[in-house]
C-alpha cells in the first residue's frame, strides 16, 4: 500500500496505518427464474407441467418454507425472533454471538418483512397462463439466517420467503482479517468494526491486503456457495434442487473500503481531525458534521513494552468520547472521515450500490470494484490535503481576470468578485473529492444549490470553458467528465480562503474599535485577526484611506 499525501504528512504521528475490505453485500439470484418464461421452464423440472402452476401454490410453497424453518429451530434448540419494524437486527444478533470461535454453526434466525419481487399467475381461455411480478412489490416474510463461521466471523443470509428464493449474503471485511490474524498467533485489541491495538501492524496489512487481490473472489465464493445453500435446503429438498437444475448466480451489491491510520496518541489524532474539519468543511460543500457526544476526555495512553498486552478478543462497548462524522454523498457513493476507538481515524469509501461505478457487479468483478473504492479513497484525501494546504503562485492573481485563447477561441477571464463565478470555482472545488471526475450537469446542480436561482447546463459548460482554459480543470479522455489537478485545487481554495478568510474581514473590521473586555480565552485565530486589524488601521493612516 502507498502512502497518500495526506498520510504521509502525519506518518510521524502514526503507528502504523492499514486498508480493509468492510461491509460486503452480495445479491444471490437464480437467474433462470428471474423473467415469467423462465420461471416458467423451472416450474415445470420440478413439478413436470403447469398443471399446479398457479398463485395457491406459490403461497402454499411460502407458507411450507415457512413452517419448515420454525421447525427446524425448535428441533435444533436455535432462538427465532420476529423482529418489529426498525428494529436493528444486527445489533440484536450480536447479543447472540458464540463465545466459542472454532463453533460453525447457525445460531439465530431472524424474521422480518421488506418489499420483495413475489410472482402471480394468471390463467385465461383455454389453458393460457400468465406469469407476472405483482405490482407494486408486496411486503413479505424475510428470514436472517446469522451463522458464525470460522473463517468469515459473523455472516448473514438473509432469505426470502417466496420462490425463488432471492437471497442477500452479508459479510465482513475486518472479522475475516481477525480470524486470519487469530490463526496467525497475531495479537490484537477489536473493538466493534476496528483494530485498536495490534502486535505487528504490517503482518495485519499483509492479510488484510487478500482481500483486494484476485484470490479474494474464490474466498467470496465459496463462503456464498456454502452458507445460502445450507439455508436454501430449507425451502427445497436436495433432490428437487438437482432435478430443476436450481443454481445461484451472485453479484456485488454494496462495498465499503477503509484506510485506517493508527494514531501515537488519542489526544493528537482528535486536534488533526478537529483542524481538518475546521478548515476544509466549507470549501468542500459539507453542510453537516454529525457529533455523538459521550464523555469530554478521549483517552491518550499507549501500549507499550511495560503496558498490558492487548486482549485477544472483540470488545464491544460504548465509546467514551466525543464521535465526528465527516461525510460527502455524490451519486450513489459517500466519503467518510471520523474517528473509531481510541486512535484510529477511518477513512472510508462506501458504494451503495456497485452499478453506479461502471465496471461490472458480477462477484468475478470484485477485486476490479475494491480498486476503485480505493482510489476514491486515495483520490479523497489528495484533495483534503490539498484543500487543508492551500498554495498561491504570485502570477495567478495576474492571469486569473485576463482572457486566454483556447483552442481558436478568445475566452473571457475570471472575476472573483462575481457571486456565479465564486459559485462556480467552490462548486469545482468540492467535487474535486469524486475520483472519476464531474459532469457539467452535475456542476450546473451544485451551482445551482448555492446560488438558490436557476443555472443551466449551458451555462456551466461556458464557466467550465474558462477554467479549462486556465488549465485549473481537465477534460478526460474519451469521457464526458473533467477532473481538476492538485495543484488547480490548492490554488482554487487558496484564491476563496483569501478572499473569503482574509481580504474579507479584515476590511470590513478595519475600522471598527471593539469596545469592552476582551475575552478570556481567545481562539489563536481571533487574536490573529485583532492584530491584523490593528496595523491596518495604522498602514490606512498612513496611505490616508478612509476606513
Known amino acids: 500500500m502507498s502512502l497518500d499525501p495526506f498520510s504521509e504528512y502525519y506518518a510521524e504521528l502514526l503507528d502504523g496505518t492499514y486498508d480493509c475490505v468492510d461491509r460486503i453485500v452480495v445479491n444471490a439470484y437464480f437467474q433462470l427464474a428471474q423473467r415469467g418464461g423462465g420461471f416458467r421452464v423451472w416450474w415445470r423440472r420440478l413439478f413436470g407441467g403447469d398443471d399446479k402452476l398457479d398463485t395457491t401454490h406459490l403461497m402454499r410453497m411460502a407458507g411450507r418454507f415457512s413452517?419448515?424453518?420454525?421447525?427446524?429451530?425448535?428441533?435444533?434448540?436455535?432462538?427465532?425472533?420476529?423482529?418489529?419494524?426498525?428494529?436493528?437486527k444486527h445489533e440484536l444478533a450480536e447479543t447472540y454471538l458464540p463465545q466459542d470461535p472454532k463453533r460453525q454453526s447457525i445460531f439465530l434466525v431472524l424474521v422480518s418483512r421488506a418489499p420483495a419481487p413475489v410472482w402471480e399467475v394468471e390463467r385465461f381461455g383455454k389453458g393460457g397462463l400468465d406469469v407476472k411480478r405483482k405490482s407494486p412489490m408486496p411486503y413479505v416474510n424475510h428470514y436472517s439466517f446469522h451463522i458464525f463461521d470460522r473463517e468469515w466471523g459473523h455472516v448473514t443470509v438473509r432469505m426470502s420467503g417466496h420462490p425463488p428464493f432471492g437471497a442477500q449474503i452479508l459479510l465482513n471485511g475486518h472479522e475475516y482479517v481477525a480470524s486470519q490474524a487469530r490463526a496467525k498467533g497475531i495479537d490484537f485489541t477489536k473493538e466493534g468494526n476496528c483494530f485498536t491495538e495490534v502486535s505487528d501492524y504490517a503482518a495485519l496489512a499483509e492479510i488484510a491486503d487478500t482481500l483486494r487481490q484476485p484470490g479474494a473472489m474464490g474466498r467470496l465464493s465459496q463462503v456464498c456457495r456454502r452458507w445460502v445453500f445450507s439455508c436454501l435446503r430449507l425451502a427445497l429438498d436436495v433432490s428437487q434442487i438437482r432435478k430443476s437444475g436450481f443454481?445461484?448466480?451472485?453479484?456485488?451489491?454494496?462495498?465499503?473500503?477503509?484506510?485506517?491510520?493508527?494514531?501515537?496518541?488519542?489526544?493528537e489524532m482528535e486536534q488533526v481531525f478537529s483542524g481538518v474539519i475546521d478548515r476544509t468543511r466549507g470549501l468542500l460543500d459539507v453542510r453537516t458534521v454529525k457529533t455523538l457526544f459521550g464523555y469530554k476526555h478521549r483517552p491518550h495512553w499507549k501500549w507499550g513494552k511495560n503496558k498490558k498486552k492487548p486482549r485477544f478478543e472483540m470488545v464491544l462497548e460504548r465509546p467514551e468520547y466525543g464521535l465526528?462524522?465527516?461525510k460527502i454523498h455524490f451519486r450513489k457513493q459517500s466519503l467518510k472521515i471520523y474517528t473509531k476507538g481510541e486512535r484510529v481515524l477511518r477513512i472510508e469509501a462506501v458504494s451503495h450500490n456497485t452499478k453506479d461505478l461502471g465496471c461490472g457487479r458480477v462477484l468475478e468483478k470484485f477485486p476490479l470494484i475494491v480498486s476503485r473504492l480505493e482510489k476514491m479513497v486515495e483520490r479523497f484525501l489528495e484533495v483534503l490535503r490539498c484543500v487543508d494546504t492551500t498554495w498561491l503562485s504570485d502570477e495567478l492573481l495576474e492571469q486569473f481576470p485576463r482572457p486566454t485563447l483556447f483552442g481558436k477561441s478568445r475566452v473571457a477571464g475570471i472575476d472573483l468578485n462575481q457571486p456565479r463565478i465564486q459559485a462556480v470555482v467552490n462548486s469545482v472545488v468540492a467535487l474535486s473529492a469524486i475520483d472519476g471526475g464531474f459532469r457539467v450537469s452535475e456542476l450546473a446542480s451544485k451551482v445551482g444549490e448555492i446560488l438558490g436561482g436557476a443555472y443551466t447546463v449551458r451555462q456551466a459548460s461556458y464557466d467550465l470553458k474558462k477554467l479549462r482554459a486556465k488549465g485549473l480543470a481537465v477534460r478526460r479522455s474519451r469521457s464526458r467528465r473533467y477532473e481538476t489537478p492538485?495543484?488547480?485545487?490548492?490554488?482554487?481554495?487558496?484564491?476563496?480562503?483569501?478572499?473569503?478568510?482574509?481580504?474579507k474581514p479584515l476590511l470590513a473590521g478595519a475600522g471598527k474599535r471593539k469596545r469592552g473586555r476582551r475575552p478570556r480565552n481567545q481562539a489563536p485565530v481571533d487574536a490573529c485577526y485583532e492584530a491584523l486589524q490593528k496595523e491596518m488601521q495604522n498602514l490606512f493612516e498612513c496611505l490616508r484611506i478612509a476606513a
Open 67 to 88: 413452517r419448515r424453518v420454525h421447525g427446524w429451530a425448535k428441533k435444533k434448540g436455535i432462538t427465532l425472533i420476529h423482529c418489529k419494524r426498525g428494529e436493528r
Open 486 to 503: 492538485g495543484w488547480a485545487v490548492r490554488s482554487m481554495a487558496a484564491l476563496m480562503a483569501l478572499r473569503d478568510k482574509v481580504i
Open 324 to 326: 465526528s462524522i465527516f
Open 247 to 267: 443454481e445461484y448466480s451472485f453479484s456485488v451489491h454494496q462495498v465499503e473500503y477503509s484506510r485506517n491510520l493508527i494514531f501515537n496518541k488519542g489526544r
